[in-house]
């Protein structure tokens, strides 16, 4: 009777997940939260997979550890990476789906590490249904092992019943199904019991106690044997599954009436004994007819024995009266089989191979951090930058500090000299140039980047779409509209930043032309600059001499003071950090969440508060600054008041050419940082796009597959197999013909009634130009370029632009530049759906 039933294995399909994981890490992860290649711990992953997800099939002890490491491996991994940016095609078969003459299996294709979890946990449980099954039920040893085993394996189909949908977010295949896990998880739980009805009987226990657990084990069955026969899971099972649930339902049944007549023998009470004797009877050949003959021949021949001998001594000693079966009290239960918790590690000797990674829960709580951050960084530096141009403005206005130093009217003032010379150090007008007209090769890189993009989205629509109108409702995969709802909203705001660059860009040709005559002639040295500045003859050098001119002297070393400081804290403000990876981990919960809001606005205020309030003062230090220059310079201005029509043109271009070295000076650092914005968003356009790349690469694997599977179907269709009759056909010379063999597998017959072919004329796979990253998985043979693995993207701040552009985080807010804080993590993904297919 110590016959149990294990749950068949689903088949795994191998699959490359060494480029894909790299690509997500190296992405996903800056330099500082990677410190290392992990191309070893990837490959030495693939080759666990590759012995966990087969070494099932031998069904021995020592794999259970194999796929024990492997599957908490999985759960290590997928808290550390985005799961559903895994574009790997894993593919796995329906386990109890054994195909047709021709072939094929249910299966389905999810690009997903959770999906991966799923099947490798239902193996688990599979597994240990089949361990436990081969355990001896003569020892002690083997008794514990199987009980243990049954009952881990019932606590995983029962947490995958409750788990699964969450997890694949889609129809799984027959045996993922809640119902089917439900119905698995009660026979595995039935079995447990069973097996402690076996270890009281090799202990020797009491049969009162043995009745008890009996009497639970039929319960169990029975319950087995109503979720077994559900409508939506009927059809799936093996042919001889029910019988055995049913069998054993009454076989335990009958046990548990046999050892509970064994207690009333020895109560001497005769009459019950006889009455639950005539029923273990019956219930042993009710399980025989419904399991198989040979079933429990040992107890039924000891109760038909001892029923002999009760009859015998009640007619003749004890004369008691036979009590009807429905009147006798139930017999007790004893509940000993429960459902397992999953433990937090399944595998003893477990050692994570990605622990240097930060867990995915603290990552993106850097990356919020750092959005917080930059954003914070960037209104205070705008604040000090915007003042400081106000005031550089004002001053040309004024033409201050020159008007101070022009005394004689002749020699160029000594403070424009030296922005002459700082020009000409940086480059002069020909780097302003330069780079200038790099910047549309810049933008067109973006724009080819993101151009491709949206290509390979494009065509693997219409692929999509034409094989949905060719197969109609056949063709059961998601389609792409769903799937690339993120990658067409991130592709639409990416063109939006470009957009917001080219305006920039716009602008800063337009300051640049209106300042142009000023740095050229700044960009000439301060010899051939002071011979193109109008003289002022008759120069009156009394005014200099003034106490409005000492006061302006002494205003005009506050400014460059105040500039010095205002330098100083803009560094301060770029630099500023605190170990927020500490601080997030320590935060972090048992559920695996971080309060990262309350963190943030705590940290940032404890470092940047201080700074904040020193741009405040700044501030605030220069409005009263402006107001005592002008007080001061009007006072100036009178006491030049004699000064002629040829001083006051030469004061005009003094102030141009002031105007000029500030704006040249803003000029260069607009282009510094927009050539740097460019070259950072080519990075992130590259990994968006290596993304997409790995989308289509799936979902190509997948449609070859449903294809293949379509055409399977359609041929079996296309050529049915006419009956044969029982008399063969004739021949012209009178002989019989033997009956036409049936075709081999996957091996089409021409049919003058009807054809199949498979589809034509189906888009090929998208190329990819040069300079774009290879897919995984691409032939090696074709001309494209290694892998390109984007480097980790530098923040900070970045004033180049002057409209905003949306990001995946937060709204704009005022002032914010389109060439500072471009969006600092990559998107997630929702898994692409997979297909429920024919195999």
Known sequence: MAEFISVPLKKPTDVDIVKPLKNVIDSTYSTSDKPEDYTEQINELSKLRSTAVWRVFEKYESSLEVIYSYYDQLVALEAKIPPTEVQIPFKWKDAFNKGSFFGGR????????????????????????????AQSMENDDGLKLAAKLFQQ????????????IGAIHQDPTPDLHPDTLAALSSLMLAQAQEVFVHKAVYGNMKDAVIAKLSSQCEELYAECMRVFQKESVRQIWDKDWIPIIAGKQAIFHGIAQFRQSLVCRANKAVGEEITRLNSAIELFKVGQQRWKPSACVDHLNKAQRNLSEAQKDNDFIYHERIPDAKN????????????????????????????????????QSLASYEVRKNELVTIEINKLRES???LNSVLASLNLPAALEDTCGEALPPS??????????????????????????????????????????????????????????????????????????????????????????????????????????????????????????????????????????????????MKAERDSIECELKSATSDMKEQFLSALTNDGTINEQALSIEILGRVFGPLQKQVKDSLAKQESLLAEIQLQNTAFCNERSGVGGAAAKRDAVLKELAAAHDAYVELLSNLQEGTKFYNDLTQMLLTFQNKI???VFARKTEKEELMKDLTQSISRGAFPFPEVPSHHQTSSDGKKEPPPRPPPPNVSVPSSSSTSTAPSGLPPYPSYPQGMPIPYGAPTSAPYPTQYIPPPLPTGYNPYATLP??????QPYPGYQPYANYPPTYPQYPPYAGNQQPR
């Open 388 to 390: 400081t141009q106000l």
């Open 153 to 164: 394996s019932a606590g995983i189909l029962n947490n995958l019943k409750n788990t699964v």
């Open 416 to 561: 424009l000299a030296e922005k002459a010379e700082h020009i000409c150090s940086l480059g002069g007008v020909q780097k302003l140039e330069s780079m200038i007209r790099e910047l549309p090769e810049l933008l067109q890189r973006n724009k080819d980047i993101i151009d491709e993009a949206d290509r390979m989205l494009q065509e693997e629509k219409a692929s999509d779409d034409q094989l949905k109108e060719q197969f109609k409702e056949r063709w059961t995969r998601t389609p792409s509209d769903k799937l690339t709802e993120t990658f067409r909203v991130n592709t639409s705001k990416y063109r939006e930043l470009v957009n917001n660059a080219i305006q920039a860009d716009k602008t800063v040709r337009d300051k640049f032309e209106a300042h142009k005559r000023g740095i050229e002639l700044l960009s000439e040295g301060p010899n051939v600059m002071q011979a193109s500045i109008p003289k002022a003859v008759n120069g009156d050098s009394s005014a200099h001499e003034s106490s409005a001119a000492s006061n302006l002297r002494h205003l005009m070393e506050q400014v460059e003071t």
């Open 805 to 810: 552009y949306p990001t995946q985080l937060q």
């Open 328 to 363: 006798l009290e139930p017999i007790p239960r004893a509940a000993v089989a429960k459902p397992l918790p999953m433990p937090q590690k399944l595998s003893a000797s477990f050692k994570d191979l990605f622990e240097n990674l930060i867990p995915m829960a603290v990552h």
């Open 106 to 133: 249910i299966s389905l294709t999810i690009s997903s590490l959770a999906y991966e979890r799923v099947c490798v946990l239902f193996n688990i449980a599979a597994l240990q249904s089949a361990v436990a099954s």
């Open 693 to 695: 790349s790995d989308y």
